[in-house]
Every structure is written in structure tokens, then in C-alpha cells.
């Protein structure tokens, strides 16, 4: 258990769903993110928050939704996904978006759409 | 342009042996943070090692060495004494503290390193 806590760990959803992923971390840490990974690509960022405020959105499709309720939570809302969407999404967790020190990862969520 | 380049897909290791993993990066800050993080198969990133780019020594945790070598923008990783458990996919990033990127990790594209018994 690395501190960040991803659930769930596996879901397939069909294109005209809505599902959200959830990351949760208690390691007093005020900046997350959330990281796409696809098969034989490079981790894709894909939004950051930072004291709880979103500081970075990477040009990601709108039917992808964060919410960063409070600085331990942090949820990405899905609807209307296309099957290029599956991958394993990555949340992580740092002291703040600049400075020393690594990043601490959850164990991802698999998502398959079809 | 890549940022981190990570130019060998897959290596093979014999159990015991040592085995370094390239990276090469390109950034113009002169401030960055360099990092190395191990994936196995069920997909965590584990945090395994980070070069400041002031930092005058290489830095080592345990079996993990990192070759910093500033001039060439390089910063592989060694792993000493390898372990069958150290077969896992592993990743080099870069962190940029100013610009766009507002200091969040950039990662390669990854090498699989098989240690073999």
C-alpha cells in the first residue's frame, strides 16, 4: 500500500455510461494528478490540482470531468467514452506541483470501454 | 520533441548481475529534478530514486544508482545485484519547476528489464 488508494482497480463501462474513478490519499500531500497510460505510449498528463484548484488541463477531452473536493480526494468523472480511452489511469500525489522529492503513485484503474 | 528518451524497449539481466538502463533528456531549465520509478505487472509506479540537477553527487538508494552525467543530459540507472523481482517495466521522468509545465512529470516511454534465474 503506497498511500494512494484507487478504486476500483478494474472497470469496463459501455460508451453511453458514466462512471467515476476515485484516488485518495492521507499523506498530507496538496498537489495531485491524474496520469493516462496507454499500451506502448508514455504516461500522459492529464490534470493537475494543486491546493485544491486545478492549475493544469492538458487538452483533454470534455468527456473527461475532474473534481478535487478537498485536498485528500480526487475523482475523474467519465461519460460517453470511446473505446481509444481504455488504459490504466494513474493518479499520484506530491508535496505541491514544484520541488524536491518524488511523487507517490496509486495502483491505477484499468478501464476497458466497449 | 521528446523530452525523455528511453532508447532500449526491452533488457535482459542474469539474476546477480548488473544491468543500466539509458535515459537521456533534454530540457533548457537549469533547475530540474530527474526521477526513475519501477512498474511491475500490477501497475503501480514505485518511486525509486531522484537527482536534483544541482545535486554534485550521484544519487544511490540501496541496490539503485543513478549515473548522472550533466554535460550529455543523461541519467541512467544502475541496478546492482539483480533480483528476479526487479522484472518490471521501468520509467525515467523529468521534472521542469518553471514554464507550462508548472513542474509536473514527464516520462519516457519505458524499458522492460527481464532478469533471468
Known amino acids: 500500500e503506497t498511500g494512494v488508494t484507487q478504486t476500483p482497480r478494474h472497470l469496463v463501462m459501455g460508451m453511453t455510461n458514466k462512471k467515476s474513478l476515485k484516488c485518495e490519499q492521507h499523506?498530507?500531500?496538496?498537489?495531485m494528478y491524474w496520469y493516462k497510460q496507454s499500451a506502448k505510449k508514455p504516461l500522459e498528463l492529464m490534470f493537475v490540482?494543486?491546493?485544491?484548484?486545478?492549475?493544469e488541463n492538458n487538452s483533454v477531452p470534455s468527456r473527461f470531468s475532474p473534481e478535487c473536493p478537498n485536498s485528500s480526494h480526487l475523482f475523474l468523472h467519465l461519460h460517453t467514452l470511446q473505446p481509444e480511452d481504455s488504459a490504466l489511469y494513474l493518479c499520484?500525489?506530491?508535496?505541491?506541483?514544484?520541488?524536491?522529492?518524488?511523487?507517490?503513485f496509486g495502483s491505477g484503474t484499468r478501464l476497458t470501454v466497449v | 520533441a521528446q523530452k525523455i528518451t528511453q532508447t532500449q524497449p526491452g533488457m535482459f539481466v542474469q539474476e546477480k548481475e548488473a544491468v543500466t538502463l539509458d535515459c537521456t533528456y533534454d530540457?533548457?531549465?537549469?533547475?530540474?529534478?530527474l526521477f526513475w520509478y519501477k512498474q511491475p505487472s500490477s501497475g503501480e509506479m514505485i518511486f525509486l530514486i531522484y537527482?536534483?540537477?544541482?545535486?554534485?553527487q550521484n544519487a544511490t538508494e540501496g541496490r539503485y544508482s543513478l549515473n548522472f552525467q550533466k554535460a550529455r543530459k543523461s541519467a541512467n540507472l544502475v541496478i546492482s545485484a539483480s533480483q528476479l523481482g526487479d522484472s518490471a517495466m521501468y520509467f525515467c521522468?523529468?521534472?521542469?519547476?518553471?514554464?507550462?509545465?508548472?513542474?509536473?512529470?514527464?516520462f519516457g516511454k519505458g524499458t522492460k528489464l527481464s532478469v533471468k534465474p
Open positions: 499520484a500525489s506530491s508535496h505541491t506541483s514544484q520541488g524536491a522529492g518524488g511523487y507517490t
Open positions: 499523506l498530507g500531500h496538496n498537489a
Open positions: 490540482y494543486s491546493l485544491e484548484e486545478r492549475v
Open positions: 530540457t533548457s531549465d537549469p533547475s530540474y529534478g
Open positions: 537527482q536534483g540537477s544541482y545535486d554534485q
Open positions: 521522468a523529468m521534472r521542469e519547476p518553471y514554464g507550462g509545465s508548472q513542474g509536473n512529470l514527464i
